[in-house]
T-cell receptor
């Protein structure tokens, strides 16, 4: 069965420190991989995606993520966290082998950045 | 460009009643999706429209849920009769393109509470 795991319900980091939000996945085919962020009372906003090519992808607001095929991971990173990064982050995958439209989401990781 | 809009933002109904949620996608986006997030768990795929056609409705929980997209523009999701376990946040999203490599744009969600 296809699934996405975000092993941490919450990540706490001090402003200015690097942050990592973890994501591992299980799909039968080759995945499209995405990260979305949700701020309070807002819809999910797209951050970045991996489709093909360079395993390190850069996205909005200084975020980046690295696709690791052998570990089936797609961890989200940022070199220096801001208080405004505090939000709910969702990892998502789509199996391109089945058309690639059906999205499987993780349960979300809440990021708290302390000033 | 207007984003994805959803109406209502919040609905409280009693068990056994009917509720209809509406989603207006971004103009020109042929792909429209419905998702649901229950009790802080993962966001679950419900179905995918391409224009007015249901491309994948494998995530629809049961026949109490009916989604339509007449004319290929806005979509409605009707729950009839509502049960307690239907409570959650219902998200709509839209995307362009012929593959799942395109990011989805999400609406703010409708919070449904069934009492």
């Amino acid at each position: 069965a296809q699934s996405v795991a975000q092993p941490e319900d919450q990540v706490n980091v001090a402003e200015g420190n690097p942050l990592t939000v973890k994501c591992t996945y299980s799909v039968s085919g080759n995945p499209y991989l995405f990260w979305y962020v949700q701020y309070p009372n807002r819809g999910l906003q797209f951050l970045l995606k991996y489709i093909t090519g360079d395993n390190l992808v850069k996205g909005s607001y200084g975020f980046e993520a690295e696709f690791n095929k052998s570990q089936t991971s797609f961890h989200l990173k940022k070199p220096s966290a801001l208080v405004s990064d505090s939000a709910l982050y969702f990892c998502a995958v789509r199996d391109r082998g089945t058309g690639g439209f059906k999205t499987i989401f993780g349960a979300g990781t809440r990021l708290f950045v302390k000033a | 460009e207007a984003g994805v809009t959803q109406f209502p933002s919040h609905s409280v109904i009693e068990k056994g009643q009917t509720v209809t949620l509406r989603c207006d996608p971004i103009s020109g986006h042929d792909n429209l999706y419905w998702y649901r997030r229950v009790m802080g768990k993962e966001i679950k795929f419900l179905l995918h429209f391409v224009k007015e056609s249901k491309q994948d409705e494998s995530g629809m929980p049961n026949n109490r849920f009916l989604a339509e997209r007449t004319g290929g523009t806005y979509s409605t999701l009707k729950v009839q009769p509502a049960e307690l376990e239907d409570s959650g946040v219902y998200f709509c999203a839209s995307s362009q393109g012929w593959t799942g490599s395109y990011e989805q744009y999400f609406g703010p969600g409708t919070r449904l509470t069934v009492t």
